[in-house]
């Protein structure tokens, strides 16, 4: 009765003990009574065996199984899903350090750098002043303002008498940003003419365009007529 | 190395020659017209701008004004554009600088020579010398490309610091006669 119970026992803890799910106690246990009983011994066999076929069926038809037209369907279905946004940037990432990581990269940030620094010198030489220390362009040419130096040019009298009126009168010269734009704003800063006479006539606002006249003889009444 | 960088250094190593080749220089429209004082017409050919000034500068003393010739002279930086003028005589317009908004250019004619600042897209004239029955003008106007743009019509001075030729310090009267020296 005793042998038959641990029988009993023993058939119902076969397949955990085939699948190793027992304690070491009950394990100890069933092999114990696999070595002393024979009919416990039989049954282990049955299902060792049963088992065992079971398992053979299921590879061949795992084997059987056509897995080249299950493949296709998967891969299109995968294909056509779209990259997700963070799959794009970690693509993206990716790319770029190998980018970086290249051996050019160094020489395109030193081409960029100098790039920068001759376009912004460029446009801070285009936008300086003529009176700021800057300036880059062209080199200016020093131009002697000074009225005591001696005049190539034929000057006449009434105009210096005019200007020496008009130093004595200085207004206020407005500062630019008050001052008006003027289309035709024009200063004579030198003038040099072997023979005849030069008579510059300008529009004191700058308006009118400037008439630099030049006379090859004395030149008449023309020279009286216009406003100096 | 990588293909995809190489028009990207290509690009980056001619910008600076892009930039350079940007230089600025100026476009002189230089009009050629005879004025004389036996009657009233002016050429239709002249330029609507150029006709404003026809009366105001040269009215008192001629009324006929006719185009002879006209010509655009495109110069750059330190160099002279020449045009030959109906009385055998050379024009000459030398590029000299950039003064803010200003061009400052030298021009030869005859025996006159002279260096003006005129205001980019300004116009001014040069008359006297005889010519047939009457003197030649030539209405010349210079404007700047490949610089800054002239400033609109009417408004204020942008805030550049402005431009002080030697002559305008004292009075604007006084800025187109002083006699200067070499």
């Known amino acids: 009765m005793n042998e038959t119970k641990n029988c009993q026992q023993t058939g119902e803890r076969l397949e955990k003990f085939l699948d190793g799910e027992l304690t070491p106690q009950q394990e100890q246990l069933v092999k114990e009574e696999l070595a002393n009983c024979g009919t416990c011994r039989v049954k282990y066999e049955q299902v060792s065996r049963l088992r065992a076929l079971v398992r053979e069926v299921y590879v061949e038809e795992v084997r059987r199984a056509d897995l080249e037209d299950l493949l296709p369907g998967v891969l299109r279905s995968i294909k056509n899903r779209p990259p997700s946004l963070k799959a794009r940037f970690a693509d993206w990432l990716e790319r770029y350090r190998i980018g970086l990581a290249s051996p050019v990269a160094p020489i395109g940030v030193a081409a960029t750098v100098a790039v920068a620094i001759i376009a912004a010198t460029l446009i801070y030489a285009t936008n300086s002043s003529p009176d700021g220390s800057t300036r880059s362009?062209?080199?200016?040419?020093?131009?002697?303002?000074?009225?005591?130096?001696?005049?190539?040019?034929?000057?006449?009298?009434?105009?210096?008498?005019?200007?020496?009126?008009?130093?004595?009168?200085?207004?206020?010269?407005?500062?630019?940003?008050?001052?008006?734009?003027?289309?035709?704003?024009?200063?004579?800063?030198?003038?040099?003419?072997?023979?005849?006479?030069?008579?510059?006539?300008?529009?004191?606002?700058?308006?009118?365009?400037t008439v630099v006249w030049h006379f090859d003889d004395e030149g008449g009444t023309v020279q009286e007529e216009n406003k100096i | 190395?990588?293909?995809?960088?190489?028009?990207?250094?290509?690009?980056?190593?001619?910008?600076?020659?892009?930039?350079?080749?940007?230089?600025?220089?100026?476009?002189?429209?230089?009009?050629?017209?005879?004025?004389?004082?036996?009657?009233?017409?002016?050429?239709?050919?002249?330029?609507?701008?150029?006709?404003?000034?026809?009366?105001?500068?040269?009215?008192?003393?001629?009324?006929?004004?006719?185009?002879?010739?006209?010509?655009?002279?495109?110069?750059?930086?330190?160099?002279?554009?020449?045009?030959?003028?109906?009385?055998?005589?050379?024009?000459?317009?030398?590029?000299?600088?950039?003064?803010?908004?200003?061009?400052?250019?030298?021009?030869?004619?005859?025996?006159?020579?002279?260096?003006?600042?005129?205001?980019?897209?300004?116009?001014?004239?040069?008359?006297?010398?005889?010519?047939?029955?009457?003197?030649?003008?030539?209405?010349?106007?210079?404007?700047?490309?490949g610089g800054p743009p002239p400033a609109g019509e009417g408004k204020l001075s942008p805030t550049r610091p402005e431009p002080r030729p030697a002559a305008t310090i004292r009075n604007p009267r006084t800025r187109a006669i002083e006699p200067a020296v070499k």
């Open chain 1, 137 to 209: 362009i062209a080199p200016t040419v020093a131009e002697s303002s000074s009225p005591s130096g001696p005049a190539d040019a034929v000057v006449n009298p009434g105009v210096v008498s005019d200007l020496a009126k008009a130093v004595a009168k200085t207004p206020r010269r407005p500062r630019h940003e008050e001052r008006p734009f003027r289309k035709n704003e024009t200063y004579i800063t030198y003038y040099n003419a072997k023979s005849g006479t030069v008579v510059v006539d300008a529009d004191p606002d700058g308006e009118d365009p």
């Open chain 2, 1 to 145: 190395m990588r293909m995809r960088w190489v028009p990207i250094l290509v690009f980056l190593f001619m910008l600076p020659s892009m930039v350079w080749a940007g230089e600025p220089e100026v476009k002189f429209r230089v009009t050629v017209l005879l004025a004389t004082a036996q009657g009233d017409h002016v050429d239709p050919q002249i330029g609507k701008r150029i006709r404003e000034y026809l009366a105001k500068s040269f009215g008192a003393r001629y009324s006929s004004f006719r185009q002879l010739d006209t010509r655009v002279l495109r110069v750059a930086l330190d160099k002279t554009g020449e045009m030959l003028l109906p009385d055998q005589s050379t024009l000459g317009l030398r590029f000299r600088d950039i003064h803010g908004e200003f061009v400052k250019l030298t021009m030869t004619i005859k025996d006159l020579q002279t260096t003006i600042r005129i205001r980019n897209g300004g116009l001014f004239f040069q008359a006297g010398h005889r010519y047939k029955n009457g003197i030649l003008v030539l209405a010349i106007s210079a404007t700047l490309e």
